[in-house]
């Protein structure tokens, strides 16, 4: 077979769901600032995907574009849109926008405690897919340092820190046998029974299955002790180890 110049791979990418309930645009770019600022790292560059399907008016296309242009400008890169069929947004033809159909991707609730923190009318999700194929473990032994990414089809075991600025992903468990001072994701493709533990938690940021937890809030309950990360009921509980 003659060399083709490329390669076809299978990646991990988290995609974020903007899900909008009511369309008022200065409200909406005004909280997804809010919560972008809150861990800046976590959504630089990160692909988005707009859901307007719970929007109850019609959404001419001007106002639509005007969405798009304000979040990229906010550092999103938008990849596609979810709609219900009988509400897509008014177009003409020389106009072309990546349309993912309202189906078979599964927005995951984030905690209330993260909720609160926005309005009513515009939750960030994370869209996640199944896995059922368990992988084989991957160990770590060095330190993970900050702008460094380590991802693991099955377990991931970190058998030192994790440093600030630095990001932690794993289908299944996550183990940090040292502080996690970083971004750690477990059940990433969807795994609600994953759980993550660590040694030290001064974590910027702790996910399961795309329900994640700030920094800020996590100082409230569990900070520079070992704890274990769960999701109950769609929501995440932090509990001393």
Known sequence: MTDSGFRLKGSVVTTVLLEIQTFSLDDII???KEKIDQVP???NQAPIIIDISKVKRDIILEEFETLIRSVNVLGLGVIGWRCDPKGLPVWNASVTIPLL???????????PSIKEKTSPDVVVKTVVEERLVPQATKVISKPIRSGQQVYAEGDLIILAQVSAGAEVLADGNIHV????????????????????????MEAELVSIAGNFMLSDALQNIVWKDGAQV?????SLEIVPI
């Open 230 to 234: 769960l999701l109950v009921d769609d």
């Open 101 to 111: 159909p309202a189906s078979k991707a599964r927005p995951i609730n984030m905690p």
């Open 30 to 32: 005004s909280h997804l």
């Open 41 to 43: 790292h976590f959504f």
């Open 177 to 200: 046998y040292g502080a996690l001072r970083g971004r750690a994701l477990a059940g990433v493709k969807g795994d609600v029974e994953a759980r993550i533990f660590c040694k030290s």
